[in-house]
């Protein structure tokens, strides 16, 4: 009997100690809060807020002490009184500390870091969004309306062929692109309207497809502003930004709507004006409905135009024939625009499952007109190329959450299904004079390329361990129907593909977990290769990483990982025969370290460092470097915030020498850039800020190809490094109303 009642006496305490408690948290005016974390000080649980501010949290008892916390707010300990109620917590706006993080097997560290750094240092212009990711470096080589070109963990990027944009959900990836595949224009997202930059790096995320191989990214605008602005930028080359943010229904407990607007003027530093301009209109929508749903809608508009010089020869600038920001065709250039429409439903079931969908719709508009090679083709009328397309790109993402208690561990798990098709009509490389006369089609059709998904993802907690395997299904149907081809013909061809992952962290204490992730992606090929060249189509990359995140003090969080990726095939795009060459199999090694570290409540510091060791896997010792693969690169600073009115950074970024060849005998040099952005808080409504892009005028290249060209008055071709110049010194005036 004795045994009977110390076993129910026992099991009665287990249960006990196994509740559940449910809460609510939202801000001071009533709007829910998204990811704020719920740690329990007595038994060392945790959980998170959903998009409606609703949590639950196990393993919690009478008495515990529950701490709430997020970035950006003063955080709350709430000490149990019954388990039977619905808690409801308000947390206030604060200043921002390092502090409110605590680490846990399941800490979005990437999310919170691109938090600091925005907050810390926000952004200026759409270039500097991706720099926001530790490691990522981009480079801008036509006349800024041309996609940036990209570089992470060891890759030349091009424009996006090895990491997975999105933004709201709509992706910004374009396969069998006009100009290269993936190509990634970001530049119809207004600065001042992200909330949050969420990334990953590797291929280790079930919920991410095509192109996630390096890494994805994926961009949040706000919900709601805190203020409507009107700001101005004035400066040098004839530059002008104007930006409106204008709220339309105030502060709501349930419902807000914002318009914002963009317009950019420059001519660049060139001695042949870009006449760049470029327009954005954005608005959002989103209220939280009677039935525990959240409803959300967008649309944008985006338009561009832009001349630009190209990419010199460097043996023209070393002869004195042109300066660095000089020309040789000058009528290159081009226009782009992209409308986007989005609905984004968030549907909570019942206290434990959820249902999130987003449908999307984008009419796509690109010309580009590019001479990389002068007179080699042509030496008559020039070697200058169009390259033209008219694309309609639609899909939509519905993912079912769960979250499951079990005695001895919790289960959360995801189910998702989507589908992209992108309808590309006229798709068009041609040899063109002076823009207006076509003088040879090279290619010219109609691409319809769909892509449907499905992946299954699962968290299993074990309180400090954390286990989380996914498995990923992909099916592609490529059709391509050419019109330089006498005869009609559709050539088609599909592939399907399994995708598993296979993660796991480990929570240690509040300031040490360890992590190893394990996973297979891919980045497909271009629809036109695939069918015209019989190339593989869905060639697979296989990645681990193994870090530990660190947090040995309140105000410094250490980010580090070892990573290695291989991959089956690399992509190469030749611009001038509109092809992505393959080009053999490749391995990757490298180190990444981050440091965010808070001197005080206004003063910030943070630093990047990454190494990567890049090269070609079927090619011999020596001959194997992968041209233009990023070898060393850094990035850090330090920032002030709202101290004494006054906020500012000095930021610095590097990247270093790499090869331009496979035998690295031709090098293309690195560069060391300084920035600097200071603001002052003249009353509540007046803001005055100044911006300095290359703060010491540092000569450098901010693209580079080893390209074989020939000048009108050359008789043998040269192939050496040809480029992109770098800002100079670069100021501007900015001026913010806030109403």
Do not use: C
Request: charge should be negative; avoid cysteine; proline fraction near 3%.
């Amino acid at each position: 009997m004795k045994h009977f009642l110390l076993i129910s006496f026992l099991s009665i305490s287990f249960l006990a100690k196994s509740q559940e408690i449910k809460g609510t948290i939202n801000d001071t005016f009533g709007n829910p809060i998204v990811d704020v974390n719920i740690y329990n000080l007595s038994s060392s649980t945790h959980a998170h807020s959903n998009e409606f501010g609703n949590f639950i949290l196990s393993n919690v008892a009478v008495n515990d002490t529950l701490k709430f916390s997020k970035l950006g707010y003063k955080s709350s300990n709430y000490i149990v009184a019954s388990l039977s109620e619905k808690i409801q917590i308000v947390l206030e706006e604060d200043v921002f500390r390092l502090s409110e993080i605590i680490l846990s097997p399941n800490i979005d560290i990437n999310s919170n870091i691109t938090k600091i750094d925005l907050t810390t240092n926000p952004v200026n212009s759409s270039q500097e969004i991706l720099r926001k990711v530790p490691g990522l470096f981009i480079g801008q080589h036509a006349g800024g309306g041309k996609a940036e070109q990209l570089f992470l963990r060891g890759f030349d990027i091009d424009h996006g062929t090895d990491v997975s944009i999105t933004s709201d959900g709509i992706p910004v990836n374009m396969p069998s692109h006009a100009h290269g595949q993936g190509y990634a224009d970001l530049h119809f997202v207004i600065p001042e309207t992200i909330e949050n930059i969420n990334f990953g790096k590797g291929p280790y995320y079930a919920s991410k497809g095509n192109f996630a191989t390096a890494a994805y990214v994926d961009f949040s605008s706000k919900d709601k502003l805190d203020t409507s602005k009107l700001s101005i930028e004035a400066g040098q080359f004839n530059t002008i930004r104007t930006v409106g943010l204008f709220d339309l229904l105030g502060n709501t407990t349930k419902s807000n709507a914002y318009i914002a607007t963009e317009y950019i003027l420059t001519d660049g530093p060139f001695e042949s004006p870009q006449n760049f301009n470029r327009f954005n209109l954005f608005g959002k929508y989103t209220t939280i409905l009677d039935n525990r749903t959240k409803l959300s809608v967008i649309a944008s508009h985006f338009k561009s135009k832009w001349d630009a010089s190209g990419q010199i020869p460097m043996r023209l600038v070393n002869d004195g024939t042109i300066s660095r920001f000089g020309a040789v065709d000058d009528t290159e250039g081009g226009f782009t625009s992209r409308t986007n429409l989005s609905l984004n439903v968030d549907k909570k079931l019942d206290e434990n499952s959820s249902i999130k969908s987003n449908v999307y719709f984008s009419k796509y508009d690109f010309t580009l007109f590019s001479n990389f090679t002068f007179f080699l083709e042509d030496p008559i009328n020039g070697d200058q190329i169009k390259q033209k397309e008219d694309r309609t790109l639609y899909g939509f993402n519905s993912e079912y959450r769960k979250n499951q208690i079990f005695e001895s561990f919790n289960l959360s798990w995801q189910a998702g299904i989507g589908a992209k098709i992108n309808s590309n009509k006229d798709i068009e490389l041609s040899h063109t004079l002076n823009r207006n006369e076509v003088l040879e089609y090279k290619q010219l059709g109609d691409i319809e390329e769909s892509n449907l998904f499905g992946y299954f993802n699962a968290d299993f907690k074990f309180n400090k361990f954390t286990i989380n395997p996914a498995l990923r299904l992909e099916y592609f149907k490529f059709n391509y129907q050419d019109k330089l081809n006498p005869n009609y013909k559709t050539l088609s061809n599909d592939k399907a593909k399994l995708l598993p992952k296979l993660n796991f962290s480990y929570a240690q204490n509040e300031k040490v977990v360890y992590f190893l992730k394990t996973g297979i992606g891919f980045h497909s090929n271009d629809t036109r290769v695939v069918l015209q060249q019989n190339k593989d189509v869905l060639p697979s990359a296989y990645g681990a990483d193994l870090g530990v995140i660190l947090k040995p003090t309140d105000n410094l969080i250490i980010n580090s990982a070892l990573w290695t990726l291989f991959s089956e095939q690399e992509f190469v795009y030749v611009g001038d025969a509109g092809i992505v060459e393959p080009s053999g199999k490749s391995k990757r090694y490298g180190v990444d370290l981050g440091l965010r570290y808070q001197l005080n409540d206004f003063l910030f510091f943070d630093f990047d460092s990454n190494y990567s060791l890049a090269r070609s896997v079927d090619e011999p010792s020596g001959q194997n470097y992968i041209p233009l693969a990023p070898k060393w690169t850094s990035v850090g600073g330090i920032s002030v915030r709202n101290y004494k009115r006054f906020s500012g950074s000095i930021q610095y970024r590097y990247l270093g020498d790499r090869p331009a060849n496979e035998d690295n005998s031709i090098i293309a040099e690195g560069y060391f850039v300084t920035d600097l952005n200071m603001n002052y808080q003249l009353s509540k409504s007046f803001n005055v800020g100044l911006i300095i892009q290359n703060l010491f005028d540092t000569e450098w290249n901010e693209t580079q190809f080893l390209t074989e060209s020939q000048l009108q008055n050359e008789s043998q071709p040269v192939e050496e490094i040809h480029f992109t110049p770098g800002t100079p010194f670069f100021a501007k005036i900015k001026v913010t109303y806030s109403f």
